[in-house]
């Protein structure tokens, strides 16, 4: 129970957080390739592009660092395209038009958004909606005494032969909330996952082959193997 518990915790963080990731994101994309693309004719949308992708770094750095918690495996961190050392300023700050995983982070803006809308009203509602059933019995009676009139659930319970008594709302009320309750894990287990999965598959998918070394070892190789190219050039 208090695996599925904590899970359950790390799968509502995710598509509650997610969304306010993925707003800014879509905004970004859409906005800097529609700019850049429309004004790519006359250059002007070269280094519009160039700082669409450098901007969207950063958010796809933030949904990165959530997919850990979902997917309970260790996420790498991509390894972007660098400039050479002797690089020109200009080419430094073109570099990521070359870079794929810089696309693929302009890839994830765009189609991450509506799963994250899905995801965050979902989450948002089917919760809501528990806790309003379970806690019925505590509040339900303050409203029937302010307006003088049910809200619409003894209409279920006469159908069902229970009458319309206040025990009867409130036990139609606990089983409903029961039902969704048991339903919650496994509805934003499902949403969480394939929203990850997602995640993964364009923000990690190519920094997945170093992972068995994990980034300091992969610097340790490529330094190791510049030493053995200029002993052998020597």
């Known amino acids: 129970m208090n695996k599925i518990f904590k899970q359950l915790g790390a799968d509502s963080g995710y598509l509650l957080s997610a969304f306010p990731i993925a707003l800014p994101a879509f905004v970004i994309t859409v906005t800097g390739f529609a700019a850049g693309i429309g004004t790519a004719v ?3 949308g070269v280094p519009i592009l160039a700082a669409t ?33 002797n690089a020109s300023a200009l080419r430094r700050y073109l570099t990521p038009l070359g870079d ?3 696309w693929m982070n302009l890839l994830w803006g765009l189609v991450n ?32 005494r302010a307006t003088g ?10 159908w069902l032969g229970w009458g319309d008594s206040y025990a009867a709302l409130s036990a139609l009320a606990l089983l409903g909330g029961l039902v969704m ?19 993964r598959g364009l923000l990690a998918s190519l920094s997945e082959p170093d992972a068995p070394y994990g980034p300091i ?9 510049t030493r053995v190219q200029e002993r052998l050039s020597a």
């Open 42 to 44: 006359v250059w002007v």
């Open 53 to 85: 992708l450098f901007a969207m770094r950063g958010l796809a750095a933030a949904g990165r660092s959530q997919l850990s918690a979902v997917l309970n495996r260790p996420i790498t961190a991509p390894r972007y395209k660098r400039a050479p050392e």
């Open 100 to 102: 794929g995983q810089s």
């Open 113 to 144: 958004f509506p799963l994250a809308i899905l995801g965050f009203v979902v989450a948002l509602s089917w919760w809501a909606a528990t806790i309003a059933s379970l806690t019925y019995p505590l509040y339900a009676w303050v409203i029937r």
């Open 149 to 158: 009139e049910g809200d619409g659930l003894e209409h279920a319970t006469r």
């Open 181 to 199: 309750a048991l339903l919650l894990p496994l509805v934003l287990r499902g949403l969480a996952l394939t929203q990850a999965g997602l995640g």
């Open 217 to 225: 070892r992969a610097a340790e190789i490529d330094t190791e193997v």
